[in-house]
């Protein structure tokens, strides 16, 4: 009983001292480089979910190009919505600082 018990409490120290190191390397991983997300809804079709409402694609986010502002055209990124804080939304980049940006509906009213 007393060799059982100490297989035991060697398990469970070895397992605390994994946690305890995997856990904030996990975190500062998914915080600073990258984390995976779902994308759902229509805004990003065909290019994501071209299944519609029955399916949702999965992506990779990677932080680390956004923290050293190395985004470019043609680019998606998710960000957080102007509209409702709590969610978030992703879009193509299309344009960057300093271009000028014009509606082609509205060029051809004119």
């Known amino acids: 009983m007393a060799q059982s018990q100490g297989w035991v409490k060697r398990y469970l120290k070895a397992f605390c001292k994994g946690f305890f190191v995997a856990v904030p390397v996990a975190v500062t991983f998914l915080d600073r480089v990258a984390c995976v997300a779902r994308v ?5 079709q065909p290019s994501l979910n071209p299944g519609g409402s029955q399916s949702s694609d999965v992506v990779l986010l990677n932080h680390w ?3 050293n502002f190395e985004v470019h055209r043609g680019d998606i ?5 102007p509209k409702n804080p ?3 939304i992703i879009k193509r980049v299309i344009a960057l600082e300093g271009d000028i940006v014009r509606d082609v509906k509205k060029l051809k009213r004119m």
């Open 40 to 44: 759902e809804g229509a805004s990003m």
């Open 65 to 67: 190009k956004v923290r």
């Open 77 to 81: 990124v998710s960000l957080v919505s």
């Open 86 to 88: 709590e969610q978030k």
